[in-house]
C-alpha cells in the first residue's frame, strides 16, 4: 500500500525557509511524479510544483523565484524548501503522487504557520 | 492562464441527486479528474479521466464530461457525502484546480 507522510517545522518565522519532506513508502520514487499541493485554512487546492521521476521540476510562476523541490532517491522521499516565508505562505501542505489517472495517493498533511 | 469554475455550494436532499458542475473553456479536451474532501483529511481521489473510478468508489458517484463543462453526479446522496468537491485538469505541466464546491446534504 502506498503511504505518504509529510514532516517538518510547523513554524516557520516570517523571512526564514519553509522546508518539508514527504517520505514515501510502498512505491519506488523513481517511477512516479510526485507533487506539493497546498491549503491555506478555509480556502482551496493549489499546486505549487512538480517533481517528475526523472529528476525534472515545474513550479508555480509566482513562487518560481522562491520555491525549489527535490529529490533524495536513497531515502525514497522528495523535499520542498520555499525560501523568504510570508503569512501568505501559511496553509496545510501536502505531498502527492501523480498519475495519469489523477492524483492518486495523498499525505495526510501537515499545517505550517508562517507567524512574524 | 486556463481557469475552472465551479459553485461555491451545491445543495441535495437526503436520497436525491446531486450534480457538481466544473466550466472551462473546452474542458471537453481534456481529462478531467475530481476529488471529495471531508473536513480535517486530506482529498480523495472519486473519478478520474472523466468518468472512472477509482477502486472503493462508490457506483453512486459518476462523472461526465463534453464541451465547456464538465460534472460530478452523486446518486442517492447521504449524510456522508456532505463534503468539498474539486475539479482538477492539467493546465500545460502543472495540476490545476477549480475552486471548489461545497456539498450540502
Known amino acids: 500500500q502506498v503511504q505518504l507522510q509529510e514532516s517538518g517545522p510547523g513554524l516557520v518565522k516570517s523571512s526564514e525557509t519553509l522546508s518539508l519532506t514527504c517520505a514515501v513508502s510502498g512505491a519506488s520514487i523513481n517511477s512516479y511524479d510526485w507533487t506539493w499541493i497546498r491549503q491555506p485554512p478555509g480556502k482551496g487546492l493549489d499546486c505549487i510544483g512538480h517533481i517528475y521521476y526523472s529528476g525534472g521540476t515545474n513550479y508555480r510562476s509566482s513562487l518560481k523565484s522562491r520555491l525549489s523541490i527535490s529529490v533524495d532517491r536513497s531515502k525514497n522521499q522528495f523535499s520542498l524548501q520555499l525560501t523568504s516565508a510570508t503569512a501568505a505562505d501559511t496553509a496545510v501542505y501536502y505531498c502527492a503522487r501523480v498519475s495519469g489517472a489523477g492524483i492518486d495517493y495523498w499525505g495526510q498533511g501537515v499545517l505550517v504557520t508562517v507567524s512574524s | 492562464s486556463y481557469e475552472l469554475t465551479q459553485p461555491l455550494s451545491v445543495s441535495v436532499a437526503l436520497g436525491q441527486t446531486a450534480r457538481i458542475p466544473c466550466g472551462g473553456d473546452?474542458?471537453?479536451?481534456?481529462?478531467v479528474h475530481w476529488y471529495q474532501q471531508r473536513p480535517g483529511q486530506a482529498p480523495v481521489l472519486v473519478i478520474y479521466?472523466?468518468?472512472n473510478r477509482p477502486s472503493g468508489i462508490p457506483e453512486r458517484f459518476s462523472g461526465s464530461n463534453s464541451g465547456n463543462t464538465a460534472t460530478l453526479t452523486i446518486s442517492r446522496a447521504q449524510d456522508g457525502d456532505e463534503a468539498d468537491y474539486y475539479c482538477?485538469?492539467?493546465?500545460?505541466?502543472?495540476?490545476?484546480f477549480g475552486g471548489g464546491t461545497k456539498l450540502t446534504v
Open positions: 482538477q485538469v492539467w493546465d500545460g505541466s502543472l495540476v490545476l
Open positions: 473546452n474542458v471537453g479536451n481534456k481529462d
Open positions: 479521466r472523466d468518468t
